[in-house]
C-alpha cells in the first residue's frame, strides 16, 4: 500500500484532544512505541530513500512487534511511500533474521502515540524522545491529508517530509 502523510511540528499535544473529540473524531488509543531502524553496512536502504523499522508497541498491557519496509519516496506535496508491514513475534528472533539478513540496527526512535480517526484519515498525536511534538495526519489522498490537517487549525504547508529517524540523525549529527 501506498502511504500519504503530513507531519507537522506543534508546540504542545494537550488541546488537540478536544479539537479532536469536538470534530467527532474517534479516539483508537495510546501506545508506546519503539523503532528500531535497520540497514546494511554499505546503507544501500537509506542511500536507496528506503526504510526497515522493528517497532515493539506496547498499549493497555499487550505488546506486539511489527517489521515495516518503506520505499522511496514518490513525488507530492506529502510524504509517498510504499509501506509493507507485517506482525513478527517473537521481537528478538526478528532482530536475529534481520542481523543473519545483514541488516544492522542504525538508530532508535522512542514515542508516545495517541492515535484518532477523523473522517477517512488517521491522526496520530506523537510524543518523541529528544524531538517534541508532531502531528501525523495519514489518509487515502492529498485532499483527505490536507482538509483534516486544516480542521484540525494545522497548515498543511507545514508538513515536514522527513522521519523521525532522520530528524534525530540532522539533531546528533548536524
Known sequence: SIEIEAKIKVERLDEFPARLEKLAGTF???TRQLDTFFDRDD???????CGLRLRREEAGGQAKTILCFKGPRQPGPFK???EIELDVSPPDQAQALL???????????????????????????????????????EGPDEKSVARVAAALGLDPADHIPH???????RKTNP
Open 28 to 30: 483508537l488509543g495510546q
Open 43 to 49: 546503507l544501500s536502504l537509506k542511500t536507496g530513500g
Open 80 to 82: 509517498h511511500r510504499e
Open 99 to 137: 542481523d543473519r539478513l545483514g541488516y544492522h540496527p542504525r538508530r532508535q526512535v522512542e514515542k508516545h502515540r495517541q492515535s484518532w480517526r477523523l473522517e477517512n484519515c488517521i491522526i496520530c498525536l506523537d510524543q518523541v524522545a529528544g524531538l517534541g511534538c508532531f502531528i501525523e495526519v
Open 163 to 169: 522521519s523521525y529517524a532522520a530528524l534525530l540523525a
